[in-house]
């Protein structure tokens, strides 16, 4: 039982390339999520998802997609990638039916747009 | 949503009690409130939740008054691995939603 589990850790993105962060969990867990945390701040809702096929918008969705085909993963994609999305992502995911209650959140990409 | 407030920061001894305060004034009948912790720069991890009652687990305690309009989060022994910034967060819908609004949390300092 791996949890949740990011990839990659770490990434270095040029301004304007695109990418996907990737967020995978083992627990069948219906809900999941993906927040930015930027340097000394608090953690911000981007996008979630209640179950595979429905998603909707966090606090700050501009410039990131999501999709939920499958119940374990839930990919995160940058579409144009812009200095101002430098940040710490991570990614969570929780059950109404199953333990461990609250959200379990992985360890987190680190990205850095140049 | 309701809003919370929790103080900046927050200096403990370590073997003492950790007591960190929350005020959600606002809260309504059926919202929760959680308590997660982020140790240096990992993922947060959840702590405790409840709804009216004082709750207790293995890490903490979670006291909520009576008017549920403010909290509180014991730590009963601080040691120096509690030191994190700890969140207190009131769930909008219910506990599972996929909606878990962070605010800037309290930093305890756990010192020797």
């Known amino acids: 039982n791996a949890g949740v589990t990011q990839t990659p850790k770490f990434q270095v993105l040029k301004t304007g390339q695109s990418m996907t962060l990737q967020c995978a969990q083992d627990?069948?867990?219906?809900?999941m999520s993906w927040y930015r945390q930027d340097p000394g701040m608090g953690l911000r809702l981007i996008h979630y998802?209640?179950?595979?096929?429905?998603?909707d918008q966090g606090e700050v969705p501009n410039g990131y997609n999501v999709s939920r085909s499958t119940t374990e993963d839930f990919p995160l994609r940058l579409l144009s990638a812009a200095p101002s999305q430098t940040s710490v992502y991570f990614c969570?995911?929780?059950?109404?039916?199953?333990?461990?209650?609250?959200?379990?959140f992985g360890s987190g990409t680190r990205l850095t747009v140049v | 949503d309701a809003k919370t407030t929790q103080p900046t920061s927050m200096d403990c001894a370590e073997g003492r009690a950790a007591n960190l305060p929350c005020n959600h004034s606002?809260?309504?009948?059926?919202?929760?409130v959680y308590w997660y912790r982020q140790i240096h720069s990992q993922g947060p991890q959840y702590i405790i939740h409840g709804l009216k009652n004082n709750e207790t687990n293995e890490m903490a305690s979670l006291i909520i008054t009576e008017d549920r309009k403010s909290s509180t989060l014991i730590l009963p022994h601080a040691t120096l691995r509690d030191t994190a910034v700890y969140y207190c967060i009131v769930s909008p819908d219910g506990i599972y939603t996929g909606k878990l609004i962070f605010g800037q949390g309290t930093t305890l300092q756990v010192k020797p």
């Open positions: 998802s209640v179950g595979a096929g429905i998603t």
């Open positions: 606002t809260i309504s009948g059926n919202e929760y």
């Open positions: 627990m069948n867990h219906e809900y």
């Open positions: 969570a995911s929780s059950s109404r039916d199953r333990a461990p209650y609250g959200y379990t």
